[in-house]
């Protein structure tokens, strides 16, 4: 297979990097990193078996594509930057331009930078990944792969404000909704097994977190909205917040609406609530000391409650939900407490399975075995989603 068939996907996220390289469809190896106690590490897999975490010797993840090259040539992969043919980059901006797929061209990455302010975590560290990346392999083709897309066949009621119609339209603003690509692998690896719910509610659960209503292997709603801010507490974003709440903060710390925009972005959400960590595993060790600490696991489990609630309203019912992401395939305590609130729907969390499942390489059921509603974790693939499509547009 010529070398010039190697896609390396790119999936810079709020608070880790992502990296796979992939001939066709075959996953020749995928990269993780992320902080673990003040350092950089990073894991993953090659050919299949699993990369022990090890110190990654950068001090920012923003660094983390300096490593690339050295890695696919340490590991034999590539001989040269010139082997790679195709980056492909997760993107996630609010623009009905960037609900489909892109070759990233000067229009492109013009539109993508007059976007950043809209959605400071993914579209600067996405634009940091493409200067490195587009030096580092100079001969490879650049390619958008929408986080969005998956979203867009949304129900138009789930997709508008309440505002006039035609401000929404001339602004092109609109309940986008992301981690598309996230919940597309989901449904994807759910249907390759029979086991696709008629209707499935995907909890991304990580740094960034979500929750997507899905019928029949479409999404119809989504916690996400205009831009990545909207829905669920995340790890340093606010979530949903009363506008005008919202401008009596912004008065009062005297910001501009970039630096507010950074706030609620950066400094809000568990980080904000607990006042010392955005770290769920952190945060567990310390709510038995820290009223602070637990007072935000209970908000950031009371709203992925009302949320799933919400949702399954709009499916008319549930059938299966779904745990993915990393907080949503590591933590079985936030899981425990998540279903604990959810009886009401018909889940059943079985709690042996429940505990001995930490972030599985596969699909796993957590729920009893004749249960009529599913729930499995389903581990993140974002990958093979970005990779697929990245070789169609190309």
Do not use: W
């Not at 990369?51 to 040269?80: C, G, M, N, Y």
């Not at 949503?328 to 889940?347: C, D, P, W």
């Amino acid at each position: 297979m010529a070398m010039d068939s190697l896609v390396l996907v790119a999936n810079p996220g709020s608070a880790s990097r992502k990296y796979a390289l992939y001939r066709e469809d075959e996953c020749l190896l995928s990269l993780h990193f992320e902080k673990e106690n003040s350092r950089i590490i990073y894991s993953g897999k090659i050919a299949g078996k699993d990369l022990e975490p090890r110190p990654a010797d950068i001090s920012h993840l923003t660094f983390t594509s300096s490593k690339i090259l050295q890695l696919l040539t340490e590991l034999e992969l590539v001989k040269s930057p010139d082997d790679i043919g195709t980056i492909a980059f997760r993107v996630v901006a609010p623009a009905k331009f960037f609900q489909q797929d892109r070759l990233l061209n000067e229009e492109a990455l013009e539109k993508l930078t007059r976007l950043e302010h809209n959605a400071l975590l993914h579209i600067n560290a996405t634009l940091q990944e493409i200067s490195q990346l587009r030096q580092i392999f100079p001969k490879a083709k650049l390619v958008g792969v929408s986080d969005s897309a998956f979203q867009a066949d949304k129900p138009l009621v789930a997709k508008i404000y309440g505002l006039p119609l035609e401000i929404q339209k001339e602004l092109d603003i609109e309940r986008f909704g992301y981690h598309g690509l996230s919940v597309e692998s989901a449904v994807n690896q759910l249907k390759a097994v029979g086991k696709l719910p008629k209707r499935l509610i995907v909890c991304h659960l990580g740094s960034g977190s979500s929750v997507t209503a899905v019928k029949e292997g479409k999404a119809i709603d989504c916690s996400m909205g205009y831009s990545p801010l909207e829905g669920l507490i995340m790890a340093t974003r606010s979530g949903n917040l009363d506008v005008a709440a919202a401008l009596g903060i912004k008065t009062h710390l005297g910001m501009n609406n970039r630096q507010f925009l950074e706030y609620l972005n950066s400094r809000a959400g568990l980080l904000g609530v607990s006042g010392s960590s955005d770290d769920i595993r952190e945060l567990l060790a310390e709510e038995q000391k820290s009223e602070t600490a637990k007072l935000a696991l209970d908000l950031y489990v009371y709203k992925i409650q009302q949320t799933v609630g919400a949702m399954a309203a709009t499916l008319g019912g549930i059938d299966g939900l779904v745990f993915t992401a990393t907080v949503g395939e590591r933590s079985a305590e936030i899981r425990k407490r998540v279903l604990h609130g959810l009886l009401f729907l018909g889940l059943s969390l079985d709690p042996h399975l429940n505990h001995h499942s930490v972030q599985p390489g596969e699909i796993v059921q957590i729920s009893p075995p004749h249960h009529p509603a599913k729930i499995y974790i389903v581990p993140a693939n974002e990958y093979s989603v970005i990779a697929a499509h990245a070789q169609k547009l190309t």
